[in-house]
């Protein structure tokens, strides 16, 4: 029937002047590190990256070295995730996959990421080309990103580099729609009035005033969007269309394993629960982002 | 003026109203809140942003939720404790025999629903007319708050008005089981000028024609005077002082009333002498502070205001808390 | 007459409304509909309306933050409307604007000295960071508010002295003129005074001229020399301070001063309530655009715009009640 508009609900934090200032980003981190779910994302991220930069010193086994007396053993004491029809231990796989699966994920959303907020900020804040960037992305949006990225590579060829491009370019549509709104109620506000009527030039109030102030919806899309890119990545080599054998990617892996899957579930269950790890990790992480950059906390 | 004769239709009794803070502690956001208001009487409540003013009002109606805060103390509203009553008798309470407007009139009402179904539902919920009279009586109301074209209006949505036709409509609403007591939140300040002189004639006019009680929270000292018979001055969850209209804005006692009142620029003075302001800012709640909370700002602290913090002190019908009128004699 | 600091003539701003796109000769909502007026230096000039009249857009339309559609501003004797875009770089350093929202005014990632240095440095004062950082003290001394204050983000201050940097910020290039759109209307009673002189006392020491618009009435009176009143985009009356509050000469004016509460509750004068709201700016009436809530209406107000007429020295109205070739005997009131 009636709805509250009342601000004094919300209870007043005493704001002591003798504390030291804290910046936005150094609360927003404050906040974040009180988040459970994001500081465990963040420690499987942690543990995934670590492990697969430190790859040579956790096994003894070379990544590609066929042994075939060794071939689809099952997880054992010598080999703790099993072997798969070369020989080659699924452990040390995984692990040199990580380094191609999230070196995909970081390259895909850089990528996405650095053309999107470019499109999102000529969109939003010069407004002349808006039209025709958004009609654009409707367009890219309107397909399935899967299906996007499979047309992609159909057209560049089949392999790694332009999996990672197909994907890329699957993403970046949200990043423009993200950064176009967040630029577009940005600039009308009035401390970007005051820079214009202070005579600041464009270029110092896009990198100044406006990129700061949106960081946080950036951050939060690439972390989840991190997730998605390895997502898609792994389903387009496991489709037989990103990486190709013997690269140990882990959609790759698991495209392998998928013919083995009745002798050795090993070698399609692993890779599966490390791509499934990572990107609760992205997820769990960048909800809590979300939370801790939430501009309404205080 | 109010009659003395009058029956006394609300009355609080110390309310304490706390906030739960982000770090787990308390703020109270009011502290030892005495108030009554008779029958047909309008009492102004007065403060700047944070005095707990609106508060107060959200309080007074249980629209504080649960896992925000909460309120003690006894609010006697037609001799019924609304602190012990069960949340189904408060239902039946709010909107009949006590309502509410808010300062913003975009918000206020609901953007999906027609103008007549929203007055209608409040009258369905506190009556038992049929359809066909609840929607006579949407557009008595909407005629009576002086609403030009109200079978039209009742079919229109709420973005299709101006805001001063907004505020008419949350009258209406409010006014339509005519409540013994409105409580209107800053009903004015989101209104230009010539707007809000509409609207208090209309509140004002109401109030003859149905006999409601108004409580009217607001900052403007202009307002007061114009709508006010009793005003209450309100600074960091306390009252300071409490006077009839005349006496508080001819005689005010506490400094702070006294410096809300040079802040004004004042209309019919002709000089280019600069303003009285009071000096600091207005305090945050949840700081901690002992003695007088107003004794930073004030310009007549004195040692015992930086102690204790002062009691209120009833000079007649004006009650002031401040130290200076501890002894009769000192007052000027 | 000497010159004037600003001599705005004809501005009109006029926002097209509906699909650009696909409708070209679209509405037109007259934001800012054929305004003329002079500012002298050193003198403060008001301007009140209610919302929606178009100060805050003629206030913009000044430093170019909104561009006029037509019309001409001269600021110092020269074209604003005119300049090149590094042209109107340089003249923002000699037009300031302080805005209403202290609470959106400033950047929330920056601190106050970076908001500060960078009014400086893109304006080249100061020779090095050091001068610079110094002259952030005295700006900040200036405006009320401590050194100390320097290094802390907007966040951490109230709104009052939110608002003080705003005006530090503006003051920082030196400015002959400062439009003050509204900006003391978002702050508590008690701290409005203290803002409110704080505008008397800096117009002093930097030798200012203001533009000081907002809908309060009682604050425009107290701090202006003269005073426009503006309706739907026009300027309806133009008088000194004492001359337009002596002697209200247009209807609108009349209402607007009548519908102020008093602060004596002995006072109730009589009211002028005005009918009905603020037509839309789309599809103003005919004529005078008051006409329809105008006590005074009469046959030609509907059909033909009124003229700017001086009806006294420096009394400047737009009604027809005071023209001589529609109303032989001008009455009072």
């Known amino acids: ?298 | 003026m109010a009659n003395t004769e009058e029956k006394e239709l609300l009355k609080v009794e110390n309310m304490y109203i706390h906030f739960k803070a982000e770090n787990g502690g308390h703020i109270q956001a009011v502290k030892d809140l005495n108030l009554t208001i008779k029958e047909g009487e309008t009492l102004a409540v007065v403060g700047e942003s944070g005095c707990g003013k609106s508060v107060t009002s959200l309080s007074l109606m249980r629209l504080i939720p649960k896992n925000a805060g909460y309120t003690e103390g006894k609010i006697l509203f037609e001799g019924k404790d609304l602190n012990k009553v069960s949340e189904r008798e408060m239902r039946s309470i709010r909107g009949n025999t006590m309502s509410m407007i808010f300062q913003e009139p975009m918000t206020s009402l609901n953007p999906v629903h027609k103008i007549g179904k929203q007055i209608g539902e409040v009258i369905y919920l506190h009556s038992s007319l049929s359809q066909a009279e609840i929607k006579e009586k949407s557009i008595e109301m909407l005629k009576k708050v002086g609403i030009p074209r109200a079978e039209k209006i009742m079919d229109e949505y709420p973005h299709q008005l101006s805001g001063g036709m907004r505020q008419r409509v949350m009258i209406a609403m409010a006014m339509a089981c005519t409540p013994k007591l409105l409580i209107a939140d800053e009903p004015t300040t989101a209104l230009d000028v010539t707007i809000q002189a509409q609207i208090l004639e209309l509140m004002n006019e109401l109030k003859k024609d149905f006999h409601t009680a108004i409580l009217l929270i607001t900052h403007d000292l202009g307002v007061v005077a114009e709508m006010a018979d009793r005003v209450m001055v309100m600074y960091y969850g306390q009252i300071v002082e409490q006077a009839d209209v005349r006496t508080l804005l001819k005689k005010p006692k506490h400094p702070y009333t006294v410096g809300l009142l040079n802040s004004v620029p004042d209309m019919n003075d002709d000089s280019d002498k600069p303003l009285v302001p009071i000096v600091g800012n207005v305090p945050n709640l949840g700081v901690i502070q002992t003695g007088c909370p107003f004794y930073a700002r004030c310009p007549q602290a004195f040692q015992k205001c930086h102690l204790e913090n002062p009691p209120l002190f009833e000079r007649g019908e004006q009650w002031v808390r401040c130290w200076l009128y501890e002894n009769q004699e000192v007052i000027a | 007459m000497t010159d004037a600091l600003l001599d705005v003539k004809e501005l009109k701003v006029y926002f097209p409304v509906g699909n650009r796109f696909f409708n070209k000769n679209s509405l037109f909502v007259k934001a800012v509909d054929d305004i003329s007026f002079r500012v002298q230096k050193g003198e403060t000039l008001g301007i009140v309306g209610e919302s929606g009249c178009g100060k805050s857009t003629m206030g913009r339309s000044i430093l170019r933050l909104i561009e006029p559609t037509s019309g001409s501003v001269k600021f110092k004797g020269r074209e604003v409307t005119d300049l090149s875009k590094n042209e109107l770089r340089k003249l923002r350093s000699d037009i300031q604007i302080v805005f209403q929202d202290p609470y959106a005014s400033l950047n929330p990632q920056l601190t106050v000295e970076s908001i500060l240095g960078e009014a400086l440095s893109t304006h080249q004062i100061g020779q090095h960071a050091k001068e610079r950082k110094e002259m952030v003290t005295d700006l900040l001394v200036n405006v009320g508010l401590s050194p100390k204050h320097a290094g802390r983000y907007p966040h951490e201050f109230s709104g009052g002295q939110r608002q003080r940097i705003g005006i530090a910020r503006a003051i920082a290039v030196n400015p002959s003129l400062i439009v003050a759109d509204e900006p003391v209307s978002a702050l508590d009673v008690s701290v409005q005074a203290q803002i409110l002189n704080l505008f008397q006392h800096l117009k002093k020491t930097y030798e200012l001229t203001y533009i000081f618009i907002a809908h309060d009435l009682s604050v425009v009176k107290h701090v202006s020399d003269r005073i426009g009143v503006m309706y739907l985009g026009k300027m309806v009356e133009q008088a000194g301070k004492k001359q337009l509050f002596q002697k209200p000469l247009h209807p609108y004016t009349q209402a607007l001063m009548s519908a102020i509460p008093s602060l004596d509750p002995d006072m109730k004068k009589e009211r002028i309530i005005l009918k009905g709201d603020v037509p839309s700016p789309i599809s103003p009436p005919t004529g005078c655009y008051f006409n329809p809530r105008c006590q005074f209406r009469m046959e030609v107000c509907e059909k033909v715009k009124p003229r700017e007429i001086e009806a006294e020295p420096g009394h400047f109205v737009s009604c027809h009640l005071y023209d001589r070739d529609i109303h032989p005997n001008p009455t009072e009131k």
């Open chain 1, 1 to 298: 029937m009636m709805t509250k508009t009342e601000g004094n609900l919300q209870p007043v934090v005493p704001e002591e002047l003798g504390s030291a200032s804290l910046s936005f980003f150094g609360m927003a981190w404050k906040k974040l590190r009180k988040n459970k779910g994001a500081m465990f994302g963040g420690a499987i991220l942690l543990f995934f990256i670590l492990t697969s930069i430190c790859a040579p010193l956790l096994t003894s086994y070379p990544v590609n070295e066929m042994r075939f007396d060794e071939s689809l053993k099952a997880p054992s004491a010598e080999h703790w995730l099993g072997t798969d029809e070369f020989g080659r231990d699924i452990f040390t796989r995984i692990l040199y996959g990580g380094r191609v699966s999230l070196l995909m994920g970081l390259v895909a959303v850089s990528i996405a990421g650095t053309v999107g907020v470019l499109l999102g900020v000529i969109a939003g804040y010069y407004r002349r080309l808006d039209l025709y960037i958004m009609q654009l992305m409707d367009i890219l949006l309107a397909f399935p990103s899967l299906l996007m990225a499979i047309a992609i590579v159909a057209v560049l060829g089949v392999g790694l580099t332009n999996a990672m491009i197909a994907v890329a370019i699957s993403v970046i549509p949200s990043f423009v729609r993200v950064v176009r709104g967040s630029v577009l109620a940005v600039r009308e506000k009035e401390y970007i009035e005051s820079a214009r009527a202070l005579g600041v030039r464009d270029w110092k109030i896009i990198f100044r005033h406006i990129l700061p102030n949106i960081a946080s919806p950036i951050i939060v899309l690439a972390t989840l969007q991190f997730g998605v890119s390895i997502l898609a990545a792994a389903a387009l080599s496991f489709l037989g269309l990103g990486a190709q054998p013997p690269n140990p990617e882990w959609g790759a892996l698991v495209f392998v394993g998928k013919s083995f899957l009745s002798q050795a579930w090993w070698m399609t269950l692993f890779p599966g629960l490390a791509i499934m790890l990572v990107v609760l990790g992205f997820n769990l992480l960048g909800d809590g982002l979300r939370d801790a950059l939430d501009p309404r906390m205080k």
